[in-house]
C-alpha cells in the first residue's frame, strides 16, 4: 500500500489537536515520536491559538518528517480538528491524543497487535490517570476492564457503563484506535457543533453500528488531570451534555438494543436531575432563594438533597 507521493502508508495516524497549547504539547507528540512502532505519522492541528503553539508545532514538525502541521486560520473546536486532521491522515488505523497527555511508549504497538489479533475495528486501553503539575499516579480509570484477558466491550457495556457518569473518570476519556476502513464504511465523524463532551457522542455512534471492539486492562495511555479543567469549570455545561444524550437518541436510537436505551434513558434522568440541582446551588448562592426553592419543588427528587444544596452554596 502506498501513498499518493509513492512512501509506504503509515501503520498509524496518531491525531492531536491543540489550542493554546504551548506548554505541553511537545510532550505529547515526542511520546508519539518515541513510540515502538516506528510506522506512524502523527498529526498536530494549531487551532487558531492565541499563544505560541503554532511556532512550537513548526518547529517539531522540521525536526521530523513523520510530524504533519495542520495550522488552522480559525478556531473549530476539538471535534472539527479531529475531522480535519482524519481527512488528511494517511494510516491504517486512526488513534487519538490530547494535548495535554501523553503515551507510553509501546502503547500504539501494542494495541495494533491486539485489534489485528482479535480482527477487531476498535481497540481501548485503561488510563494510567496522573497528576498534571506532579505527574505522581493517582489511579487507573476503568475498573470494568479487569483481569488479565482482552476484554469484548459490547454495545451493551458501553452504554451501561455511560449511564454512570459520576465516576471520577467515565467511560467517555477512553482513547482507542479505529480501523479506518471502519470509519470509512460508517461514515463516522465528530460532531464540530459541541466543544466538550463530543468523545463521548462519537463513540456512542460507533457502538451503534457494533463495531468489533476490543479492550485491555493495562494504562497505556497518560491522563494528565489538571484541577480547573474546561468540564469543571461551568457547571452549566452540563446542560450541554442533556441535550447531547438526546442527540444520541436521535442519531442512533434507532440501532440501539432496549437494554442500551434503557441505559442511555437513565443517563438522560441522572443528568437532567444534575443539571437542575446545580442551578438550585447557583441560585441559592446568589442570593436568589425563591429560584432555587422554585427549582425544588419544580423537581421533588431535589427535595432529598436539599442540605447537601444548602451545605455547597452557604
Request: some cysteine; charged content about 25%; proline content about 5%.
Amino acid at each position: 500500500m502506498t501513498a499518493p507521493n509513492g512512501n509506504r502508508r503509515p501503520t498509524v495516524s496518531v491525531v492531536i489537536p491543540c489550542f493554546n497549547a504551548e506548554g505541553f504539547a511537545a510532550e505529547a507528540v515526542r511520546s508519539v515520536l518515541f513510540q515502538t512502532l516506528s510506522d506512524i505519522e502523527c498529526l498536530v492541528v494549531n487551532d487558531a491559538s492565541t499563544d505560541n503553539t503554532a511556532q512550537v508545532l513548526g518547529e517539531l514538525a522540521r525536526s521530523d518528517q513523520r510530524i504533519k502541521f495542520i495550522d488552522l486560520p480559525t478556531n473549530v473546536g476539538p471535534g472539527a480538528s479531529r475531522n480535519i486532521a482524519i481527512s488528511e491522515s494517511q494510516g491504517e488505523w486512526i488513534a487519538l491524543l490530547d494535548a495535554d497527555d501523553m503515551m507510553e511508549p509501546t502503547r500504539i504497538e501494542r494495541l495494533v497487535q491486539l485489534a489485528t489479533k482479535r480482527d477487531a475495528d476498535a481497540a481501548m486501553d485503561n488510563l494510567s490517570v496522573r497528576d498534571f503539575d506532579s505527574g505522581l499516579p493517582l489511579y487507573e480509570a476503568f475498573d470494568f476492564l479487569h483481569g488479565q484477558d482482552p476484554l469484548e466491550i459490547t454495545q451493551e457495556m458501553f452504554y451501561a457503563q455511560g449511564a454512570d457518569f459520576r465516576k471520577k473518570t467515565s467511560i467517555g476519556f477512553m482513547k482507542p484506535i479505529f480501523s479506518r476502513s471502519f470509519l470509512r464504511k460508517t461514515g463516522l465523524k465528530f460532531a464540530a457543533e459541541y466543544r466538550i463532551g463530543e468523545d463521548y457522542l462519537f463513540f456512542a455512534e460507533a457502538f451503534g453500528f457494533r463495531p468489533r471492539f476490543v479492550g485491555i486492562n493495562e494504562p497505556l495511555y497518560v491522563y494528565r488531570l489538571r484541577r480547573h479543567s474546561l468540564s469543571k469549570a461551568k457547571p452549566d455545561l452540563v446542560w450541554t451534555l442533556v441535550e447531547m444524550s438526546r442527540e444520541i437518541e436521535r442519531r442512533c436510537g434507532h440501532r440501539l438494543s432496549p437494554e442500551s436505551l434503557r441505559a442511555l434513558h437513565m443517563r438522560q434522568r441522572k443528568l437532567t436531575l444534575f443539571a437542575h440541582l446545580g442551578d438550585a446551588r447557583r441560585h441559592l448562592g446568589s442570593g436568589e432563594y425563591f429560584r432555587s426553592l422554585s427549582t425544588v419543588m419544580q423537581h421533588p427528587t431535589l427535595i432529598t438533597l436539599l442540605p447537601a444544596i444548602m451545605k455547597k452554596s452557604l
